[in-house]
């Protein structure tokens, strides 16, 4: 019998960025679904993420702070880029937030299937790549357990009846 991963966690990465005056930008790994694994990979738990980087510098940063934590990082051929969102504070501290957000992951094979999956927040909603996220979760139900984190993000996500 082949081995099972311990968790698959299917969502996006992004890339936090802190703008400040007077300040060069600063970039945080981030993303529900990758913190989540990050999480669970530090707690000594076997934490795949099924994912979407871009070849880029941010796309770098995220994957090396994951693969650091133990996360073993699977992604599409896709080469968007890497998923992003600012944050500009004025001088009185007043946050305003851009987002450079596309989810377009693709299928990813698994050569071995989970105990558990985990998804949610924007990977599951946000079209082309929500489709993906729907079709593997369909796809290992029976097998594994299944959870989700709806993280909602109200101005990515489109009207609220949706």
């Not at 669970?40 to 650091?68: E, K, M, S, V, W």
Request: proline share 7%.
């Amino acid at each position: 019998m082949l081995d099972r991963l311990d968790l698959l966690v299917i969502g996006e990465c992004v890339a936090d960025i802190v703008r400040l005056p007077g300040a060069a930008d600063q970039v945080h790994p981030g993303g529900s679904p990758a913190n989540v694994a990050y999480g669970l990979a530090r707690l000594g738990h076997g934490a795949t993420l099924l994912t979407q980087l871009g070849p880029d510098g941010n796309g770098r940063l995220i994957r090396d702070h994951l693969t650091g934590a133990g996360v073993e990082v699977r992604t599409d051929d896709a080469t968007a880029p890497t998923p992003s969102a600012a944050v500009t504070l004025d001088g009185a501290g007043r946050a305003a937030y851009t987002f450079e957000i596309g989810w377009t992951l693709g299928p990813v094979s698994l050569d071995r299937p989970p105990h558990h999956v985990h998804t949610g927040s924007i990977a599951a909603v946000m079209e082309p790549g929500a489709a993906t996220v729907l079709g593997a979760v369909e796809s290992l139900r029976t097998a594994a357990t299944v959870s989700y984190d709806p993280n909602v993000r109200p101005e990515l996500m489109g009207d609220h009846a949706s």
